[in-house]
């Protein structure tokens, strides 16, 4: 995505309401993925790519110690947990506000002998008291579709950043990929609670004489 072809609204911060924006969407999406995974084997989707979690993982693994604890912020299928998981990364946990996506995820898990990790269904846009003590926070699209929200996202995102930021150690990393926002638009929209850290290179390509991302990946540390 080119830095200035984002559909901007409101100074650049809010994009067109969307259905990917919403809990009906996902639950239709991983009631879909979970038939054809008990049917077919089929773990569906691995978000922006496996290359996106390779590069992750690759910045964990140079960065983080595997006894931290990490928490994946809309897991979905759960791939990157057993990717984690399989790095030897020990005290993981995943979150989605689909009760369908953490009823594959689970599923998954199971069928890969990572059945001890922690799942949990949670809005992340309302009140997450009982998280805590967080090395580690993902977000691979989630902040995407909150952004996508139809009702109140401005609010929704703001709350969500919130809520990372104090699940987080004082120390604690914000890893952000995003396919909707650039990297100098992440770090605008986040930085009340959150400074720049880092950003992993991503793919790159050129139009019209301009130098753009197909999609960003950032990493913040808390203030």
Same mark, same amino acid.
């Given at each position: +995505?080119? !830095? $200035? ?12 309401? *969307?259905?990917?924006?919403?809990? &009906?969407? %996902?639950?239709?999406? #991983? ?5 054809? #995974?008990?049917?077919?084997? $089929?773990?569906?989707?691995? %978000?922006?790519? &496996?290359? @996106? !979690?390779?590069?992750?993982?690759? %910045? ?18 759960? +791939? ?22 953490? /009823? ?8 890969? @002998? =990572?059945?001890?990790?922690?799942? +949990?269904?949670? /809005? ?14 993902? $977000?691979?699209?989630?902040? /995407? ?14 709350? #969500?950043?919130?809520?990372?930021? !104090? +699940? ?12 909707? %926002?650039?990297?100098? !638009? ?17 793919? @790159? ?10 999609? @960003? *990946?950032?990493? =913040?540390?808390?203030?």
């Amino acid at each position: +995505m080119m !830095e $200035d072809s984002s559909i901007e609204q409101d100074n650049g911060d809010n994009l067109q309401p *969307s259905e990917l924006g919403t809990k &009906e969407y %996902w639950n239709a999406v #991983y009631e879909r993925d979970k038939v054809n #995974y008990e049917n077919h084997g $089929d773990v569906g989707e691995v %978000w922006f790519g &496996e290359d @996106s !979690e390779l590069r992750i993982l690759r %910045w964990l693994q140079m960065n983080v110690d595997v006894e931290k604890r990490i928490i994946d912020l809309g897991c979905g299928n759960g +791939m990157m947990l057993v990717e984690l998981a399989r790095e030897g990364y020990k005290e993981l946990t995943g979150t989605d506000y689909s009760r369908k996506a953490i /009823d594959l995820c689970k599923n998954i898990l199971q069928s890969q @002998s =990572f059945d001890k990790i922690k799942l +949990m269904v949670l /809005d992340l846009t309302e009140d997450c008291h009982n998280l805590r003590n967080f090395n580690v926070a993902l $977000d691979k699209g989630t902040y /995407d579709a909150i952004s996508l929200n139809p009702d109140n996202a401005t609010a929704k995102k703001k709350k #969500y950043i919130k809520n990372v930021s !104090e +699940m987080l150690t004082t120390d604690g990393f914000f890893i952000v990929t995003s396919c909707n %926002w650039t990297e100098k !638009e992440l770090i605008r929209q986040i930085s009340s609670e959150f400074n720049h850290f880092q950003t992993i290179p991503t793919p @790159s390509f050129s139009f019209g004489g301009k130098v753009g991302n197909i999609i @960003s *990946s950032v990493v =913040f540390k808390k203030k």
